[in-house]
């Protein structure tokens, strides 16, 4: 028995030491790439730490974010910023779940349906952003080509999608909740299908309607599903600055400025390490308090696993 006893933990042993080898290279990378720069940029935003006069790097406590509470741009953004998060995640969601409860039913052809919806996901902000901007384009960009034989715009005046500031965003959010869109769809769908069908059955047999049901049985079964994907979007838009950056660079004239590509910016035009760690800081600080409120507003923490 003793030494049944031994080798159990021996090979408990094992498998410990083989698990922690395993997570080891994760560890390693994670903390590199993710904690490093969070917790070294913390002390960059007390700091004047700029790229092109290194010799001064020191620490001046709150001047950083004086020097953003006084800045135009950043004064811009911040409006930008909600309107860009809100607007955007509202079209995803609405429009994701129209086409979560279309492909729920089967039908013929509907992995080809799913397939084109998913696509957009699989493929980079960066390169989402080179293709709309080639789109936009008011030279030889298709929407503008479309627009001008259907005898709404001029060859010599087309619309700037990206050069005209009232334009502008409106532009950009289209892109995003078109790349945005797929999201949505893919986990409502897999939610939808776990509702059990008995549901819909003996509520139809009581004489409920459609509406009824989709208010009683799908919202309620597939609350946390919601209320998770939605946080989760809202935190993915507020840091999505790829698209902005390769569509127009929070242009023109800061008309798509928000927080994350204005803290890009800092760090790519003027090599500001400390503003930008400042800007990074005050956005962690944003998402921690909205993550925080919505929680708590959406009860998230009672609705147990799912």
Request: hydrophobic share 50%; proline share 4%.
């Amino acid at each position: 028995m003793r030494k049944e006893h031994r080798k159990r933990k021996r090979v408990k042993r094992g498998d410990v030491l083989f698990v922690i080898c395993m997570l080891i290279p994760s560890i390693v990378l994670v903390s590199m790439f993710f904690y490093y720069p969070i917790l070294s940029g913390i002390p960059n935003a007390f700091r004047n730490y700029n790229l092109w006069n290194l010799n001064k790097t020191r620490w001046i406590g709150f001047e950083n974010f004086k020097t953003l509470a006084r800045d135009t741009e950043m004064q811009s953004a911040i409006p930008n910023t909600i309107i860009w998060v809100f607007v955007s995640l509202f079209f995803q969601f609405i429009i994701g779940f129209m086409l979560a409860l279309f492909l729920k039913r089967k039908f013929r052809g509907r992995g080809i349906y799913q397939g084109m919806i998913f696509f957009p996901w699989a493929i980079s902000g960066f390169l989402i952003g080179i293709i709309w901007r080639w789109m936009y384009n008011g030279i030889y960009g298709p929407l503008n080509d479309i627009l001008i034989n259907l005898g709404f715009v001029t060859r010599a005046n087309p619309l700037g999608f990206l050069s005209d500031p009232q334009l502008a965003m409106p532009s950009v959010m289209v892109t995003n909740i078109w790349y945005g869109i797929a999201f949505f769809t893919l986990m409502l769908q897999a939610a939808l299908q776990g509702v059990p069908d008995e549901l819909y059955e003996a509520a139809a047999v009581d004489g409920a309607g459609r509406l009824y049901q989709f208010f009683r049985i799908t919202i309620p079964y597939i609350y946390p599903v919601i209320v998770l994907t939605t946080l989760l979007r809202s935190i993915w838009i507020f840091n999505f600055a790829d698209l902005i950056y390769a569509l127009t660079k929070g242009g023109p004239g800061g008309a798509t400025q928000i927080l994350t590509s204005y803290m890009m910016n800092l760090i790519i035009f003027n090599n500001d390490y400390g503003l930008a760690s400042a800007v990074g800081l005050i956005v962690c600080v944003v998402l921690l308090i909205w993550a925080s409120i919505y929680m708590y507003l959406t009860r998230f923490e009672e609705m147990g696993e799912f």
